[in-house]
């Protein structure tokens, strides 16, 4: 049973940074990445970043380049997502998922479907205040 537990979210004031960590177990061979996703406040879920898990390529929509990072640990089963100069844009449940897709065909696509994640863990808030 796959398990995905987040971390590492609460309340930070706008320009603040925040380091989000997935912790992940009994991840079936099948699934090539882990991705960070969000969902804001009235909104849909939509995809942030996301990384291979044997060869740890990445990929990053639009709004997270620049700002955010993904990267993992191998020897922890971890995945993190450090986030810099947060607005309250970001405000959202932060969660991290596992897919089939490698970041490479994201990135031929030029997008991160939230369709392609299967498993998702429970999410941690993350609320910026202006």
């Known amino acids: 049973q796959v398990q995905l537990v987040e971390s590492g979210g609460g309340l930070v004031q706008a320009g603040g940074s925040l380091r989000l960590s997935c912790a992940a177990s009994?991840?079936?061979?099948?699934?090539?990445?882990i991705g960070w996703l969000r969902q804001a406040p009235g909104k849909g879920r939509e995809g942030i970043a996301c990384?291979?898990?044997?060869?740890?390529?990445?990929y990053y929509t639009n709004f997270a380049k620049g700002r955010f990072t993904i990267s993992r640990d191998n020897a922890k089963n971890t995945v993190f997502l450090k986030m810099n100069n947060l607005g309250t844009e970001d405000t959202a449940v932060y969660y991290c998922a596992t897919s089939q897709v490698s970041p490479t065909t994201a990135e031929n696509l030029g997008t991160m479907r939230t369709t392609w994640f299967g498993f998702w863990g429970q999410g941690t808030q993350v609320t910026v205040s202006s």
């Open positions: 990384i291979s898990i044997s060869d740890g390529s990445t």
């Open positions: 009994e991840v079936s061979s099948d699934y090539v990445t």
